[in-house]
T-cell receptor
Framework: DAGVIQSPRHEVTEMGQEVTLRCKPI?????LFWYRQTMMRGLELLIY????????DSGMPEDRFSAKMPNASFSTLKIQPSEPRDSAVYFC???????????FGDGTRLSIL | GEDVEQSLFLSVREGDSSVINCTYT??????LYWYKQEPGAGLQLLTY?????DMKQDQRLTVLLNKKDKHLSLRIADTQTGDSAIYFC???????????FGAGTQVVVTP
């Protein structure tokens, strides 16, 4: 079975540029989560969706961050404009329901120069 | 607020048992999880335990839960070099299944 698929795996761009990270959850999973991992702050939940609807975006750091889920099989996390402090590994995860384990993608390693 | 604490580092000799400890704060957590992260990879679910259980065993892995002390542990029997990784403890919080992760324990297995 295909797991959670994220793209790109690596992204290097200059500050000020728009960055779009993509995620395809596991088919049939109703919950989708976006996390950010840094050495300083560990794993932080940014936002999560239930049935394509954003439920809690309190972890989104600033208005420069936005996330969408236009359908059950696709989500994007966008940063515009990007800044060097946004450099991190961004993970997408999905789960079948709120009481089932979350399954993680391999992440996108983002470097903002 | 919620906080999950783990020791940051564990060194273990190949063939020995590893024990990774975790304390959590939300007594209403329904599930507690252990994830493994290898370098450059995502988080792999290892095992999880429901809060009404005291112990769960899965091959070389044993999870112990002490709800009174809010203490969770993961024992890896016969530790192998492939077990070298960062191990994250996580608790489910709230009604929507949000996960609160610890900082991770780096396990290094030496020959």
């Amino acid at each position: 079975d295909a797991g959670v698929i994220q793209s790109p795996r690596h992204e290097v761009t200059e500050m000020g540029q728009e960055v779009t990270l993509r995620c395809k959850p596991i088919s049939g999973h109703d919950y989708l989560f976006w996390y950010r991992q840094t050495m300083m702050r560990g794993l932080e939940l940014l936002i999560y969706f239930n049935n394509n609807v954003p439920i809690d975006d309190s972890g989104m750091p600033e208005d420069r961050f936005s996330a969408k889920m236009p359908n059950a099989s696709f989500s994007t996390l966008k940063i515009q404009p990007s800044e060097p402090r946004d450099s991190a590994v961004y993970f997408c995860a999905s789960s079948p329901d709120r009481n089932q384990p979350q399954h993680f993608g391999d992440g996108t390693r983002l470097s903002i120069l | 607020g919620e906080d999950v604490e783990q020791s940051l580092f564990l060194s273990v000799r190949e063939g020995d048992s590893s024990v990774i400890n975790c304390t959590y704060t939300d007594s209403s957590s329904t599930y507690l999880y252990w994830y493994k992260q290898e370098p450059g990879a995502g988080l792999q679910l290892l095992t999880y335990i429901f809060s009404n259980m005291d112990m769960k065993q899965d091959q070389r892995l044993t999870v112990l839960l002490n709800k009174k002390d809010k203490h969770l542990s993961l024992r890896i029997a016969d530790t192998q070099t492939g077990d070298s990784a960062i191990y994250f403890c996580a608790e489910s919080i709230g009604s929507w299944g949000k996960l609160q992760f610890g900082a991770g324990t780096q396990v290094v297995v030496t020959p």
